[in-house]
């Protein structure tokens, strides 16, 4: 992947971004300004930039479309069940 490909953002839930980037696709989280990686331990934030949204889905790895869009499915049900717990 190079820094000047294009970064699409193919689904947007919540604080979630399904993104996609030369054939490759990755979920990231968007939070006060800031992209960050869905796996990473360490969660650094990166600026909200195509090339900070790159950053962030490389920390994890690009994946095929079908396990990003499981992956996002899930991250965005899981957000969704436990803000329904909270109230």
Do not use: K, N
Not at 56 to 84: I, M, P
């Amino acid at each position: 992947m190079t820094d000047d490909s294009a970064v699409d953002i193919m689904d947007e839930q919540e604080s979630w971004l399904l993104v996609a980037a030369g054939g490759c696709f990755a979920v990231v989280e968007r939070r006060a300004g800031r992209i960050y990686a869905l796996r990473s331990a360490h969660r650094t934030g990166q600026p909200d930039t195509p090339a900070g949204i790159r950053a962030a889905a490389e920390t994890d790895g690009w994946r095929s479309e079908a396990e990003a869009r499981a992956d996002f499915t899930a991250v965005v049900t899981r957000g969704r069940d436990l803000a329904r717990r909270m109230l």
